[in-house]
């Protein structure tokens, strides 16, 4: 990934880091070497808990003087969203512009219904996604994948993934979405033009560098850290 263009984003995406703090901070060298001009953070900051965990974790990656953006999971509490939102970090429903490049983030999941989040509002997501129509380029942070892909397979192969997520991402078209929740599905998967990425589970080891370029074409490294 060497040599990009200037109009190129390279974007370091981590899920399910479940408080651990170790893996956080094993992740800052990686940014000192990789230089994403954004991290992306794609829910479940901690394991249920405590609150304090999510502050530990944002403080040590602000060391990294990047620019951040992240959503929570289900296993997540009210206090870790109020954190995020005090940090100016929270995408949760929000059309956000970062160097020309619209994201929008919705917590989750929505299946399982498990924890204190869940997209059920499909005309909710598509009227924050409207705001991002002047984008050219435009990436979706969602917790939860979308149903019926590579990315949403439990271990018994049953699909356990958002079917409002789907919806919504065969409608607009994004050229991007991470995603995380379900740490066996680690990879990457295609609905129409739109390229679905779950980095796997920091607190297992595992993110990913990717780059979104000019046309909106994505290029992408699985890493451990």
Same mark, same amino acid.
């Given at each position: &990934?060497?040599?990009?263009?200037?109009?190129?984003?390279?974007?370091?995406?981590?899920?399910?880091?479940?408080?651990?703090?170790?893996?956080?901070?094993?992740?800052?060298?990686?940014?000192?070497?990789?230089?994403?001009?954004?991290?992306?953070?794609?829910?479940?900051?901690?394991?249920?808990?405590?609150?304090?965990?999510?502050?530990?974790?944002?403080?040590?990656?602000?060391?990294?003087?990047?620019?951040?953006?992240?959503?929570?999971?289900?296993?997540?509490?009210?206090?870790?969203?109020?954190?995020?939102?005090?940090?100016?970090?929270?995408?949760?429903?929000?059309?956000?512009?970062?160097?020309?490049?619209?994201?929008?983030?919705?917590?989750?999941?929505?299946?399982?219904?498990?924890?204190?989040?869940?997209?059920?509002?499909?005309?909710?997501?598509?009227?924050?996604?409207?705001?991002?129509?002047?984008?050219?380029?435009?990436?979706?942070?969602?917790?939860?994948?979308?149903?019926?892909?590579?990315?949403?397979?439990?271990?018994?192969?049953?699909?356990?993934?958002s079917d409002f997520l789907r919806d919504v991402i065969e409608e607009a078209q994004p050229n991007l979405v991470i995603c995380g929740h379900i740490h066996e599905a680690r990879g990457v998967d295609r609905i129409g033009k739109t390229t679905i990425i779950n980095p796997g589970a920091?607190?297992?080891?595992?993110?990913?560098?990717?780059?979104?370029?000019?046309?909106?074409?994505?290029?992408?490294? &699985?890493?451990?850290?």
């Amino acid at each position: &990934m060497a040599g990009r263009p200037q109009s190129t984003m390279r974007i370091l995406a981590i899920s399910d880091i479940h408080g651990e703090l170790y893996k956080t901070k094993k992740l800052l060298a990686l940014v000192e070497s990789r230089e994403p001009d954004l991290i992306v953070v794609a829910g479940d900051i901690t394991r249920f808990g405590p609150a304090k965990a999510a502050y530990d974790i944002f403080d040590a990656l602000k060391k990294t003087n990047r620019r951040i953006v992240a959503i929570t999971g289900n296993a997540d509490s009210r206090d870790v969203e109020r954190i995020i939102r005090k940090k100016d970090l929270d995408i949760h429903n929000k059309a956000v512009v970062i160097d020309k490049i619209g994201f929008v983030g919705f917590s989750g999941p929505t299946t399982l219904q498990m924890g204190n989040f869940a997209i059920t509002n499909y005309d909710r997501i598509n009227y924050t996604l409207a705001d991002l129509s002047g984008c050219e380029r435009r990436v979706l942070v969602s917790h939860v994948p979308p149903s019926n892909t590579k990315l949403d397979a439990v271990f018994s192969g049953e699909h356990v993934g958002s079917d409002f997520l789907r919806d919504v991402i065969e409608e607009a078209q994004p050229n991007l979405v991470i995603c995380g929740h379900i740490h066996e599905a680690r990879g990457v998967d295609r609905i129409g033009k739109t390229t679905i990425i779950n980095p796997g589970a920091l607190c297992d080891g595992y993110a990913a560098m990717i780059e979104l370029g000019e046309n909106g074409e994505v290029s992408h490294e &699985m890493l451990s850290v």
